[in-house]
């Protein structure tokens, strides 16, 4: 008798403890558990997923979240979006999820119900966001063959080559769509002026790549009128700060100090987050503090055109060992992106003492362009480290021949150097 009261109480306890398993918790109840849920065939059915071709082509990353309800046997039972990230990649997942497989949640030694929150990251190859831009700039030059005066193509393409670090041939490209939008007798059209304003706010920003600060202040100039003209105000407001922010910087390097403070007040007021803040940075002339904030300002793209930006103005606040970083990982990125960036981190080598390296960049820069008067420079002061008088001399001549900006430094260097 005792035997088959134990074994009823085993039973019932038994019974007690299934179907405690089996009660379905809230979604968002906190329980503790010696364990939790582990996925067993995510590989698998990360494969199913894939990643969707249309996401690819828009180069479209992004993180998506799902909680997921797993029973005490382990398998899926439904489960809720609660990071969607781009639509589009939220609903693959739905397409592939009810496939996952569980080991159970473990509470007391027995198998429980458990919302368990899965995440999927989808994240390009470092390659493939570049294959893709130039994929758009080969099918928009199609484009524009067949329809040469189509200013909303142009612009697209200008955008293409802007992001592929083409700074000439995007400007161009900007410059004949501004000229066919200023031409159509619809000029007041609120999406003309939009696609007129973004076409003057790109040829701004081509010149800023090209470090032509005055031109690039100028157009920066004519896209606000254009925006206050049209007041396009509703439409630009994202964009407006960090465009007062880079006429903020164009104007630093023409030292307009009082006009840059004046511009970055402006972007601070439309956006008052810590990373738009270069008031204080520009009001101390402080090279250092404007491009921590312009990492700040940058740091959530990864193009190519935003890392350059970041390895410039890290060399020119003299933080060489953070440019040679930045500029090593855009080069193993994007070897042919531009000579500067083999100019700048040539300069940078140079100036951590490491001149073997200088040479081997700036002698790489002056392969792609041979004209740039600053590569030269900076060729001169490195046969100088190396005691190559006659190649020093030689390299800075041809800077001042080529009339670079920075012709009094030169100058100065020949003075000292070459007599």
């Given at each position: 008798m005792k035997k088959n009261i134990i074994f009823i109480i085993l039973i019932l306890v038994s019974f007690i403890a299934n179907a405690q398993s089996d009660k379905e918790p809230d979604i968002n109840d906190t329980i503790a558990v010696q364990k939790e849920p582990e996925t067993l065939n995510m590989n698998e059915v990360r494969m199913g997923i894939g990643y969707p071709q249309i996401a690819v082509?828009?180069?479209?990353?992004?993180?998506?979240?799902?909680?997921?309800?797993?029973?005490?046997?382990?398998?899926?039972?439904?489960?809720?979006?609660?990071?969607?990230g781009h639509p589009l990649l939220a609903k693959q997942i739905e397409k592939h999820i009810h496939k996952l497989k569980f080991s159970p949640a473990i509470q007391k030694d027995q198998p429980i119900q458990f919302w368990v929150n899965v995440p999927f990251r989808f994240k390009l190859e470092k390659d493939y966001q570049e294959q893709?831009?130039?994929?758009?700039?080969?099918?928009?030059?199609?484009?524009?063959?067949?329809?040469?005066?189509?200013?909303?193509?142009?612009?697209?393409?200008g955008i293409a080559y802007i992001q592929l670090g083409k700074y000439k041939a995007a400007e161009a490209d900007f410059e004949k769509s501004i000229e066919i939008n200023l031409a159509k007798e619809e000029q007041n059209n609120e999406i003309n002026a939009l696609m007129l304003f973004s076409a003057q706010t790109g040829r701004a920003e081509a010149n800023l790549g090209l470090?032509?600060?005055?031109?690039?202040?100028?157009?920066?100039?004519?896209?606000?009128?254009?925006?206050?003209?049209?007041?396009?105000?509703?439409?630009?407001?994202?964009?407006?700060?960090?465009?007062?922010?880079?006429?903020?910087?164009?104007?630093?390097?023409?030292?307009?100090?009082?006009e840059a403070i004046q511009d970055a007040e402006k972007a601070a007021r439309l956006k008052p987050e810590s990373e738009y803040k270069l008031i204080s940075a520009i009001k101390e002339k402080n090279a250092s503090r404007i491009a921590y904030y312009l990492r700040r300002l940058l740091k959530s793209s990864s193009t190519k055109n935003s890392l350059y930006k970041i390895g410039y103005h890290q060399m020119e606040a003299k933080e060489y060992s953070e440019a040679i970083q930045t500029l090593t990982?855009?080069?193993?990125?994007?070897?042919?992106?531009?000579?500067?960036?083999?100019?700048?981190?040539?300069?940078?080598?140079?100036?951590?003492e490491q001149v073997q390296l200088a040479l081997k960049d700036l002698l790489k820069a002056q392969e792609f362009e041979s004209?740039?008067?600053?590569?030269?420079?900076?060729?001169?002061?490195?046969?100088?480290?190396?005691?190559?008088?006659?190649?020093?001399?030689?390299?800075?001549?041809?800077?001042?021949?080529?009339?670079?900006?920075?012709?009094?430094?030169?100058?100065?260097?020949?003075?000292?150097?070459?007599?």
């Open positions: 082509d828009a180069y479209i990353e992004g993180l998506v979240v799902a909680r997921v309800l797993v029973n005490s046997k382990g398998a899926y039972v439904k489960h809720k979006i609660i990071r969607q893709a831009i130039k994929k758009q700039a080969t099918y928009l030059s199609g484009q524009i063959k067949k329809d040469k005066k189509n200013a909303s193509l142009l612009l697209s393409r470090e032509e600060w005055a031109t690039a202040k100028q157009y920066f100039d004519e896209a606000l009128e254009t925006n206050q003209k049209h007041k396009l105000d509703n439409v630009t407001k994202e964009v407006l700060p960090i465009l007062f922010n880079e006429r903020a910087i164009a104007q630093f390097k023409l030292h307009n100090y009082e990982t855009l080069i193993e990125q994007a070897p042919g992106f531009s000579h500067n960036l083999y100019k700048y981190r040539g300069y940078s080598y140079l100036k951590t004209e740039d008067g600053q590569t030269l420079y900076y060729l001169g002061l490195t046969y100088l480290k190396k005691g190559d008088k006659q190649k020093a001399c030689q390299s800075i001549n041809k800077a001042i021949k080529l009339k670079w900006e920075n012709e009094k430094e030169v100058q100065e260097a020949l003075k000292q150097n070459c007599n």
